[in-house]
């Protein structure tokens, strides 16, 4: 027995086409939306480093404060008692005021990171901003 298979196209060549253009337009659009996933999940692994680090920075910066505030207060009761200069007491003061300014900074870069995180996650709202004090 001998069988004779016949094969006959359905679709005309132009829908043919059609259907070749449609499917190349949906690979594309596929590749633009994983592009797209993949951007903004980069988005938010990078905000999340950068919140984890200002936090740190933050945790650095209180307690270089808290350190030199101690360090002042040592410093004036040895300037009272004449065991330090005046100099010895206006580097302290110094050290005192720059380590408050770089705490305030951090404060600042770590509520700037917290924004960025919920600006990366959709998250971010007019009242978010009160959840940054």
Known sequence: MAGVQIS???LPMGKRAQLAQESATKQKI??????SQQHVRLEVNQAHIHRKTAEL???TARSAMNQSAESLRIIKTATAQG????????????????SQSMYWKAV???AMAYTELLYATGTLTPNAAEDLQ
């Open 108 to 110: 600042y870069g770590n």
């Open 57 to 59: 920075t933050l945790d």
């Open 8 to 10: 006959v196209d359905i």
């Open 83 to 98: 065991l330090a200069t005046i100099t010895d007491l206006l580097r302290a003061e110094d050290a005192e005021r720059q």
């Open 30 to 35: 596929d590749a633009a939306v994983e592009r």
